[in-house]
Structure formats: C-alpha cells, structure tokens
C-alpha cells in the first residue's frame, strides 16, 4: 500500500517524487521504458526559457516564470549544470518590430525576471557576430539559460530515492481504477498496487490516464520536433540561445549551445498520429537546416555529430492540465506538459506535491536531504583532482570514451547508483560516453563489456534502449567451433 | 617532471613504425604510449591479409603485420606503456596522460610523434533519416565485434559506403554466415581498393550499387530494414527509385577522419583538405619538433605505406632532438592541381635533401592520365597512369635535387592531366 503511485519517469514525474520526499509519504514511481528520462525529457531544447512566450494568465506563464527562478537552486542542491547564456529571440525585418514588442511586453506581464529588452542591430551584431545578415533586431532575455535535461531528470530521480521513494522500471501501466475503500488500483507490468493518490505524469499518453478515471476528457497528440547536433568545436560561435520571432505552431527553429559543449539547431514542428514515431525525416532534416540558416549562415555540415526527433505532448487546450481532477479525487494531473515544460518542471512539481501534501495532510520528513552530488566528471577535473580521483579508484585511470574524456569509474558509477542506468543510452545520458563525435563507435565494445559485468547478464542481453534493443545477436564461436 | 627524448603518441602502424625509425637512427631514449591494452593498433582487428605486400614482400595479416614490429620495438628494447591515455599535448610539448598504474603522469619530451590514426564518420554526422535504432554500426566497431570480442551484430546485412573496411567486413560477415545484401555507394565509383570490390565483394556476388544511398532506416525497437535509393548527379536521391531492403545490420564505411583533437590542443596547423597537420617534407608539423604520420596525417589505403612515412617521422624526429635538422629554409607551398585532393606534405623546404614523397588522393577516376609535378612552370616529373582513383593513393618520390629552381620558386603545382577526348 503506497500514498502515492507516480506514472511516468520523466522530468515531471521525478521531480514530483523528488518535491514528495520532502514529506512523510510512501511514494512509487512506475516507469513504462527500461529507464527514466526516455521520452520527451531525453529529446527536447534544453531551455531554461525566460517566460515571454507563454499567454499571460495562462499556467504555462506561470510555471515558467516560477520554474526559471528555482534553477540556481537546483544547480545548488542537485549539481545539474545550469548555464545564463542569456536568449536572443531574433527578427529579420524591421515589420516585426511590433511582434518584438508585443513579447516584450508579454514577458513584462508575466513578470519574467531579469533584464528584458530589445535590442537593435548594432548591439545585437556586437553581442553575436555570426549572426545571419537578414539579423535586424531581437528581444534580448537576461533569465534565459540553458540546462542539461537528462542531468536534472536522473538528479530528481536519485534524490528522491535516496529521501524513499521507490521505482520500478519496465512497468507500464495498464489500468487505474477506484477500490471499494476510496484508494486507487495500479495495474502495471511491474504488479498491482493500491494507492492513496496517484499522479499521471506520463507525457505523451497522460491522456490515456486521465481519460481512465475522468469524465473531463483530454486529448493529447504529439508534435514532433527534429534536430540536428554539432560538434563541440563550434561552441563559441553563439553565446546566446538563438530563437527567431515564434509562430503559432511553436517557438520556431533556434540554434543554441548545449551545457556540454555542442550546438544544438531545432526543433521543427510537425503534428503527428503516432505517439511512438520518434522518426527523423528527410523533409524534417531538410526544414531545421533551412530555417536555421537565417540565424547561422552557411552551417558547416561536416559539424553534424547527430540528428534527432523528439515529441512535443500538445494538449487540446492549448495550456498545461494541472491538478487534481475534478472527477476523481486523489487523482493529480500533470498533463500536456509541452515547451515551456522543462523550465517548469521544478516547480510543477513542486505545486503537485504541495497539493498531495495537503490532502493527504502530510508531515514533512525531518530526514529529507536536498543534496545530491553529480558523478564526478573527469573532462571538467583539473590535473590534481584527476590525479587525487585515480588514486582513489584508478577506474578513473581507464578513458573508455576518448571524446567525452569519460572513465570507467563514471561508467561504473552510473551503473551503480540508485536508479542507475541499465542500458546503453542509460550510460550515455548520466555521462556523455557515446555521445561525442564518433557517437560510441570507439566506446560501445567496452561499454557493453561493463554493462553486462555489472548487471550481470551476457553481453548479448545488454540492450540499446531495453526491449529488444539488443547490440549483439550471437556468439561466434562455441566448443571452440565457428557457430555462426 | 618524467622526461624523454621521443614520445610516441599511438602504438598502432604508425607508432610502431616511428618507434623503429627513431631507434635505427640512433635514438635511445623513445617511449611509446597507447590507450589500448595491446600495441598494434586497428591492425590487431585486421584479421584478413593483404598486408606487407610492399614492405616485407609477402602477405600478412593485420596482427601478423604489427607483430613484426612489435618484435622489433622489443628486441630494440623501445619502452611502451599501455592502457595510457593522452590527454593533453602541450606546444612545449608537455605531454599529459592517466593510466590506473601510474596515474596522471606529465611527460616532457624533446620531439613528439603524433600516431593516433583516424576514426570513421557515424551515422549523424550524414543527417540519414529513419529510427534511431540499434544494428546500425560503422564497419570498424562490427569488425572488433566480431574479429575480437567474438560476437556477431546480425545475420542480413547492408553496407552503406564502399570503404576499405566496409568491403573487408562485407566478405567476413558472409565468411561468419551473414547474407549481405548490397553495398551501396553514393558516389559514381568506389572509395575502396580495387582488388577489395574484386575480393569481397565480386567474389561472393554481393552487389555493388554505385550512385545509391540509404534514404530511410526502420525498425523502433531494433533494425528491420533500410530505403535504398539511387541519387542523381547532384547526389540527391531520385524519387521513384526507392527499394527496401529487409536487413537486421546496416554497416556504414562513409569516411574515415584523422584523430586530431591532441593536435590542435598543441596548436599545430590543420589542413582543411586532409584534416591532418600541415607538414614538410620532413613531416615536421607547424610546432617545430612535432611530427605527425600515418593516418592521423592523413588517411592512407595501404598500411605499409604508413609504416614507411613514419619510419621517416621517427628519424627527423632524432635528428630534431640532435640538433640535426637542418634550419628550414623558406618553406615553398605545395599547390593542388587539377584532380589533386589532400597532398602530403602542404610545404617543401627550399633546402629540402634527399628524397621528397608527394601523395594524395585523386579526386575522381581518371583513366590514361599523367601525374605532372611543375616548379616555376617547368615540369620536373611526368608519370603516365592507366588509372587513378579516390580509393588508391599516388605515392610519388622525387629526388629532392630534380626540384631545381625551387628557391626562386612561389610554389610547388601538382596536378593531373587527362588526355585530350
């Protein structure tokens, strides 16, 4: 018996496990993948957005405005990279202007922190050189910043569960339903559990479980988003995250550096059926690369490291669906979290369990610790602390991933710590092996090797993303004959 | 500080080879350093053979072929330490590396080899479209799958890219009982050797599609197949050609890209038409006292022509720390003709003695054609060729003293020239 059950793994859903493990509270996470952060919180901008965007008055303004002020606080507490780089929303023609003002004046009304202004193109010229020439002016957002999505995920994630909150991976949930006794059933893949409460945080399909319980129907459908990544010689060609002027299907194709190093140019804005298409496409590829060569003029296409697509959880409403369903008590929606869903995580989350802490009249937990240390990583150590780590574990002596600079100490780490990674794109969200510019071709043998030693398992079980993911098919040789 | 007078960055071909080169010369104080647990290098996957042809006059292996120098270095007494990994190279050439035995060591040398050969192009860096699934490998990482760790990928394979390791991995997939689709090219010719498509490819049937691409990869959970496509002279794949082709492996030999990431931290020169450093003919580097060879130089089609260039690494490099390098004179540019991609070397010394080695890549198939070296207009070498070809690099060596007028000269032009139609 759980006070509460939390579907989903996500940024939403392990933060809320976070922010409730500040509380006396028995708390279960259900994850249907192999793993947290595997869906929209893997596969997004990484933006700490400002907060002009969203319509005043509207819950996405909100939670933007007060998720962008608790971020400092996470790097605090939680070790996540977080980086001011500041955002630039860019226009390309002088017309715009009265666009430009009206976000000015939206993010005023939001109460958007920090400097807020247009700038014009002399300035904006000065500030980002290599800016495309069509550049006229742009919105200059002081709060702006960028973060590392998987980092704050997995963060919420094993905090929460060093402060009790349990998880269970490969659990889909298939029914929730009302008990005799006023407490929710959870039927997943994992077990049947029963509830006090239960938050649906399960992004794209959070319809799915709201639409199980509530008369209030919610329809959400997925927009997908396609990206390109470059390589980390090309960080320092903008400083700022670049937007351009939005448009009504989202916040339009940007280029901005990641907190690692890399350029990240996206997302396109495509309205498809499928929840599970996660697909790049021709025509998609094609759309980043033109529309971001306004803002970034002749991209070098030998920086491309990867591509990528992501799916947006657009909701019917337009707004995020928060809170307790009107029709079923206990029942806490965190739905149709799309941009800015990521600045507000913190504090969506923090919202959620304030309200289950008050229903379920909560005590707070005097042993809560808000502090989680990130895996030490070697490519930001100085000499001497690189020399005192190998001393301490000389796994820090092994490079496994020569263009990420990561060891196997983190590796193992990454494996070993509480929620821990149990596949290869586990490893490579919680540190980087594998995700520089030879994209694992050097690292994957070994990776594999210390998945399966760690796990436990044959390297042929060890899988990319869980399911049937697996790397390898066979072995060659048995008794010493060629078996294949 | 550890110091010594050689330091070898990179035990493979290269690194073996300079090592050796360095010793015959008469250095004493060398050290080899590797990442990986064994000397060899990518030679030590290399199981196939087709090496030494040149160099030993006989066909070896890939670990035959780095055993013989492996048995060199040791009798030769040259010091390695393994599973040490380069972190940093500093243009003062301090050298930073960690290892689990000695921890985080700097290392002050007097001459530096680079010798940390090349890495292949993946996936992203081609923008395909399709699943992000596994079964997608570059050619090399299912190669030390199979040929080290013993593992097989799949069993119905298409190769995307016809390089050397591509074309060498089509054949050992079929040995292993894999059915290999097509190879698919999206050039009009081969980037691979020609007695490789004849080998591996020909021999067993497998198709090669020439001007064809991979338009789309499936499969959510893991590869079910991939679009092949044919692309028109703009390289763009023509609508209507599309053609599936069930398969659970796609390998990818699209490019190899030479490991220069050390180099620019010591800020040596890079070329933009090999991705290597600039060098002379002595294969000295912009920072006097860095060498660089083999395939992190620029990237070679035959190893034993590796061996051979950082042999000669590893003597400048001693003659560099004797103080026997001659003080370059003007360094004259070597220029790219017609049909010339990525020479080696990018500078020759006015002064230069003995023996210049000129190689590059054709940038397309020339038949019939002649490989013209001019100095101040004048042609000091003309070879005639029945063809040239991207997969097979020209290997030229020119008497230093038939570059006659080369101190008055402004450059060096190297360039082909196709008979008349």
Known sequence: MYDVIIIGGGVVGCGVARELSRYRVKTLLLEKTNDICNGQSKANTAIIHGGYDAKPGTLKAKFNVLGNAMFDRIHEELDVPVQWNTSLVVSFSLEDHPALEKLLEQGRQNGCRGELRIIDEAELRQREPNVGQEAKEALLVGAGGIVCPYELTVAFAENAAKNGAAFLRNAEVTAVSKLPNGHWQVVSAAGTFETRAVVNAAGIYSDVFNNMVSERKVHIHPRRGEYYILDKKYKDVFHAAMFQLPTKMGKGILVAPTVDGTVLIGPTAEDIEDKEDKRTTAEGLAKTLREAGRTWEHIPTRGFITTFSGLRSTGDTGDFILGEAEDAPLFFNCCAIESPGLTSSPAIAQWTAEQIADRLELAPNPAFDPIRKAIPKFREMSDEERAAAIAADPDFGKVVCRCETVTEAEIRESIRRPVGARDIDGIKRRTRAGMGRCQAGFCTPRTVEILAEELGISPLEVTKFGGDSRILQSYLFEEGKENA | ?421
Do not use: W
């Open chain 2, 1 to 421: 500080m550890r110091k010594t007078d050689i330091l070898i960055i990179g035990g493979g071909p290269a690194g073996l080879a300079a090592a050796v080169g360095a010793y015959e010369a008469g250095a004493r104080d060398i050290l080899i350093l590797d990442r990986e647990e064994h000397l060899g290098g990518i030679l030590k996957q290399c199981i196939h053979n087709g090496f030494g042809l040149h160099t030993f006059q006989e066909e070896l292996t890939g670990p035959e072929y780095a055993q013989r120098f492996i048995d060199q270095v040791q009798a030769y007494g040259i010091p390695y330490q393994t599973e040490t990994m380069v972190i940093h190279v500093s243009a003062d050439k301090v050298v930073t590396c960690v290892s689990r035995q000695n921890g985080l060591e700097h290392i002050q040398a007097k001459a530096i080899i680079l010798c940390m050969g090349c890495r292949e192009r993946p996936r992203g860096s081609l923008g395909t479209p399709g699943e992000r699934c596994p079964g997608v490998f570059t050619a090399g990482t299912a190669q030390k799958f199979t040929n080290l760790e013993g593992m097989l990928p799949g069993k119905e394979v298409v190769i995307l890219g016809s390089g050397d390791i591509g074309l060498i991995m089509a054949r050992r997939m079929t040995f292993l009982g894999a059915k290999v689709h097509a190879c698919v090219e999206l050039m009009p010719y081969s980037s691979g050797l020609k007695r490789n498509i004849v080998q591996c490819l020909d021999d067993f049937g497998i198709p090669l599609l020439l001007s064809h691409t991979v338009v789309d990869i499936h499969g959510r959970e893991h590869l079910t197949g991939v679009t092949v496509a044919e692309v028109g002279p703009d390289l763009k794949p023509i609508p209507g050609t599309e053609k599936e082709y069930p398969c659970d492996t796609l390998l990818l030999s699209v490019g190899l890209i030479p490991e220069n990431e050390l180099t620019e931290m010591a800020g040596v020169k890079i070329a933009p038409t090999t991705s290597g450093a600039v060098v002379n003919e002595e294969l000295q580097t912009s920072v006097p006292g860095i060498f660089s060879c083999g395939n992190v130089l620029h990237v070679h089609d035959l190893v034993d022509f590796v061996s051979e260039e950082a042999r000669k690494a590893g003597v400048n490099a001693y003659r560099y720390v004797q103080g026997e390098l001659p003080e370059s004179g003007r360094a004259v540019p070597v220029e790219m003709g017609f049909g010339v991609g990525g020479i080696v070397p990018q500078f020759v010394s006015e002064t230069a003695t003995g023996t210049v080695n000129f190689m590059f890549r054709p940038r397309n198939v020339y038949r019939n054609a002649k490989v013209i070296v001019e100095v101040n207009g004048e042609q000091v070498l003309s070879k005639r060729t029945m063809i040239l070809a991207p997969g097979e690099m020209v290997n030229l060596n020119l008497p230093a003293e038939k570059l006659k007028g080369l101190k008055e000269a402004p450059s060096i032009l190297v360039r082909i020239e196709v008979p008349e139609a």
